[in-house]
């Protein structure tokens, strides 16, 4: 994303563009819409719509309400309790849904992989209030590290189930678009015992992801969570 915002060069993660008129061109564009068409809207595919700069803009919160007001379905899939700010807006409708991105329960691995994020129970947590609140939720584990994400594994998905998700996503790390040597680089630096192994499990051929997969739909069998695996 760095090559199509601008940013060629610079680190993924070390910038942010605060798009202050987003709010405005989402209107125009309800404008044009057919008014029939109630397509449902996702926050966000790239960059989390909850960014910790979204506490004092609160650009989020003013396009959710636009939607809202239009009586689009929203879907929002965050690394941030930041969302609860906005469950007075997102529980407007039963179409709306949260997600929340867990990778991990170990502390180490969430603090070299999503340094940014706030820690893994504080989103089960969220969670738990949004569920609470009578807000669809559900959770996206992914992407998951050979060895690193899969050794708490059943427990998270466990805690997902205890949180009551209404489902969840799986997916594996793609190495792809020249991300590998980013990933091998980290991997050498923080956890140099277990690099040679886990970059074997991402290799083509590997059948490392066929045993996860398996792995998965026992303990959501398990626990009674509903899972969808996209790998």
């Not at 899939?77 to 949260?98: H, I, M, P, Q």
């Not at 992914?142 to 998700?165: F, M, N, Q, Y």
């Amino acid at each position: 994303m760095s090559r199509y915002s601008g940013h060629l060069g610079e680190e993924w993660g070390s910038f942010v563009d605060i798009k202050i008129n987003a709010p405005r061109v989402l209107q125009q564009q309800l404008r044009r819409r057919k008014k029939t068409r109630r397509d449902p809207v996702l926050f966000s595919s790239v960059t989390d719509a909850y960014q910790p700069l979204e506490r004092r803009y609160e650009i989020t919160r003013a396009c959710i309400e636009l939607l809202s007001r239009n009586e689009y379905p929203i879907s929002v899939l965050t690394k941030s309790d930041l969302v609860l700010r906005d469950a007075n807006l997102l529980g407007r409708s039963a179409e709306n849904e949260v997600g929340m991105t867990i990778i991990t329960l170990d502390a180490k691995v969430g603090q070299v992989f999503e340094s940014g994020a706030v820690p893994s129970h504080r989103r089960l947590d969220a969670l738990k209030e949004l569920n609470a609140q009578g807000i669809r939720t559900y959770g996206f584990v992914g992407p998951i590290i050979p060895e690193l994400c899969t050794v708490h594994l059943e427990e998270l998905v466990r805690k997902l189930a205890d949180s009551g998700v209404a489902y969840a996503l799986f997916d594996r790390l793609n190495v792809k678009y020249g991300n590998r040597p980013v990933i091998e680089q980290v991997l050498h630096t923080h956890f140099s015992n277990q690099a040679k192994s886990i970059l074997d499990a991402l290799s083509p051929g590997s059948r490392y992801y066929n045993e996860v997969r398996t792995q998965i739909i026992e303990f959501a069998i398990d626990y009674g969570l509903e899972a969808d695996i996209i790998f």
